[in-house]
C-alpha cells in the first residue's frame, strides 16, 4: 500500500502525454470540487492554452474556459516558462540519476530487470522539488 497526500489525486497516461480522457478527470475529479463559484457568485474563468486534449465541451458549470492561441503560451502563461519548466528540467534529472543508478543497487524483479517504478516514487520525486 502506498500513502499520499490527504485528497492527493495522481493519474497518469501510459506515454506520459495528456489526453482528453486525462484532461476530463482533472476538470471532474480536482477542478470542479475545489468550487465553480467564483468571487461574490461569479463565474469562474479558467485558461487553458490550445492543446489537442483541452476539450472545450468538459468544463463544469459556472465555469467559462478560454483558450490561449498557439504559440502565445510563453507570452501568456508565465508560469509555464518560469515554474513549469525548471520542474521538468528537475524531473529529467531524476530519472536520469535513477536510469544511471547500477543495476545491483536497485530492486529488481526476479526476471533480473528494474522494478516498475510505482506512484509513491513520484510522489517523493514531487515531495523533494516542492517542499524541500
Known amino acids: 500500500m502506498q ?50 486534449s483541452h476539450s472545450k465541451s468538459a468544463a463544469p458549470r459556472n465555469v467559462i474556459t478560454e483558450f490561449i492561441p498557439k504559440g502565445c503560451t510563453p507570452l501568456l502563461q508565465p508560469l509555464d516558462v518560469s515554474i513549469n519548466k525548471p520542474f521538468k528540467t528537475y524531473v529529467k534529472g531524476y530519472w536520469r540519476e535513477f536510469i544511471d543508478t547500477p543495476l545491483e543497487e536497485q530492486r529488481l524483479t526476479p526476471a533480473g530487470n528494474r522494478q516498475r517504478v510505482g506512484f509513491g516514487n513520484h510522489a517523493h520525486m514531487m515531495y523533494l522539488y516542492f517542499i524541500l
Open 3 to 52: 500513502l499520499f497526500i490527504a485528497g492527493m489525486v495522481i493519474k497518469a497516461t501510459k506515454g506520459g502525454s495528456m489526453t482528453e480522457e486525462l484532461y476530463s478527470a482533472w476538470l471532474k475529479e480536482v477542478f470542479a470540487k475545489r468550487g465553480a463559484q467564483g468571487l461574490f457568485g461569479t463565474p469562474t474563468l479558467l485558461v487553458v492554452d490550445s492543446a489537442t
